[in-house]
Every structure is written in structure tokens, then in C-alpha cells.
């Protein structure tokens, strides 16, 4: 399977991140606690970040893979 990871980073620390197999927001700081909190009583955030593992991963996916068959 594909799993998307979205990472918010500040002064090169990970604050948040949105793991697409967990499929919500995991804080690392206490502001990113706070972000995580918000954005995952947001269902319109949460489908947003669903929808880029659709449109750009599985999509990139799909021609990666084919491009591979087609070498082989």
C-alpha cells in the first residue's frame, strides 16, 4: 500500500505531521498537540489531506508502475 505523510516543520523541529494510515494528525510539540487536536475535529481538513494520497500519490503510482512494466 501507499501511505502519505504531510510534515509541518519549524526551525527544523517536526511539529505535526498527518500520517494517511493513521488518518488523522499526530502532534510532536505542544503547539503541534494543539494544531493535531483542531485539525483532526476537522472533517474538512482530514478529507482534504485524503484526497492528495488519491490524487497525487496513487496517481503517480500508477504511471511510476507502469513505466517499470514497460521496461521490463
Not at 24 to 38: D, H, I, M, P, S
Not at 55 to 67: G, L, P, Q, T, V
Request: charged residues 25%; proline residues 0%; hydrophobic residues 30%.
Amino acid at each position: 500500500g501507499i501511505e502519505y505523510i504531510d510534515s509541518y516543520v519549524f526551525n527544523k523541529a517536526e511539529y505535526v505531521r498527518f500520517n494517511s494510515t493513521v488518518g488523522r494528525y499526530v502532534g510532536y510539540t505542544e503547539y503541534g498537540l494543539k494544531n493535531a487536536e483542531a485539525w483532526n475535529s476537522d472533517a474538512g481538513i482530514l478529507g482534504q489531506e485524503q484526497g492528495e494520497l488519491e490524487r497525487c500519490c496513487k496517481h503517480n503510482a500508477d504511471i511510476d508502475y507502469s513505466a517499470i512494466l514497460d521496461k521490463t
